[in-house]
């Protein structure tokens, strides 16, 4: 089975849609992920993680590199949790100043980095405390 036909399978088993899934990736497409699993596209290495994590199983899975069934971190109440996490901080930062969500954005990009870089969190937050002093 390949990487497609992997993210397709897992896909189904959590029931979601193509755009479902589409949405979680952070494509604005359902096309991508149809021609993902009908192999017509291949995964961008730098997805293939974010895949990976989104869909509950190791990289190891989808690479075809461990036959083992994959991890079930993702059940359906943790990925609904998720969701509603994500509607929640939409909702929040919706109401933020301009400013503001330029600094969260700023945050939540470094917080992505890998390996994290904590003097330049810490440096952020400290923006972020100041700001709200000033309002």
């Known amino acids: 089975m390949n990487i497609g036909e992997k993210i397709k399978q897992r896909r189904i088993e959590l029931g979601w849609s193509q755009q479902k899934l589409a949405d979680k990736m952070g494509y604005t497409s359902k096309s991508t992920i149809t021609r993902i699993e009908k192999g017509y596209n291949d995964?961008?290495?730098k997805n293939i993680a974010k895949f990976a994590d989104v869909l509950g199983v190791s990289i190891a899975y989808l690479m075809g590199w461990d036959d083992e069934d994959y991890d079930?971190?993702?059940?359906e109440e943790s990925a609904n949790k998720a969701d509603s996490n994500a509607d929640s901080f939409i909702k929040n930062f919706t109401q933020l100043q301009a400013g503001q969500q330029s600094?969260?954005?700023?945050?939540?990009?470094?917080l992505k980095e890998e390996?994290?870089?904590f003097d330049k969190v810490a440096i952020i937050l400290g923006k972020i405390a100041r700001a709200l002093q000033d309002s």
């Open 72 to 75: 079930m971190n993702i059940t």
């Open 43 to 45: 995964v961008a290495q």
């Open 103 to 110: 600094l969260m954005i700023e945050l939540i990009e470094a």
């Open 115 to 117: 390996p994290q870089d």
